[in-house]
């Protein structure tokens, strides 16, 4: 099966670094959809069938933590699994991100086996043998 994930990040370089990153762990993906902040993700979300929403914490306009409240709002979007991908680490932020229903969290930066290891759980895929092959050491981040 193959998944469409939404990434929202207010840093183009750092959703196309998540995608490349994804890309490279051999997940099997058919779409990715970007989004800059919490109320373009919205908009994505209106229109795309998703499986998976990637989201920053920190980001002008709607942040990672509005987007979540506002998709637990919605009989549709509240099924769709949160991986949030942030700086922000504090045991306060982690702590509600789990009470708001995030399926799990990474800090930045991050290695590309710990998205895929996330990404695998959330979803339930089965892990693939091979993974990342050795030239993909220098996406590290």
């Given at each position: 099966m193959s998944y469409n994930?939404?990434?929202?990040?207010d840093s183009l370089p750092m959703r196309s670094i998540i995608i490349k990153?994804?890309?490279?762990?051999?997940f099997k993906t058919s779409n990715f959809f970007e989004a800059g902040n919490g109320?373009?993700?919205?908009?994505?979300?209106?229109?795309?069938w998703l499986d998976l929403v990637i989201t920053d914490?920190?980001?002008?306009?709607?942040?990672?933590?509005?987007?979540?409240?506002?998709?637990?709002?919605?009989s549709i979007?509240?099924?769709i699994p949160v991986l949030v991908v942030?700086?922000?680490?504090?045991?306060?932020?982690m702590k509600e991100f789990q009470e708001k229903g995030?399926?799990?969290?990474?800090?930045?930066?991050?290695?590309?086996?710990e998205i895929k290891l996330k990404i695998t759980q959330i979803l339930g895929e089965v892990e693939d043998e091979e993974c990342f092959e050795e030239s993909d050491d220098d996406l590290d981040f």
């Open positions: 994930i939404l990434v929202v990040d990153t994804i890309k490279a762990s051999g109320a373009e993700a919205l908009e994505v979300l209106k229109n795309q914490y920190n980001m002008p306009g709607m942040n990672g933590m509005e987007l979540i409240r506002e998709m637990k709002k919605d979007f509240n099924s942030s700086t922000e680490g504090s045991r306060q932020k995030v399926a799990d969290y990474i800090r930045k930066p991050f290695v590309p086996e």
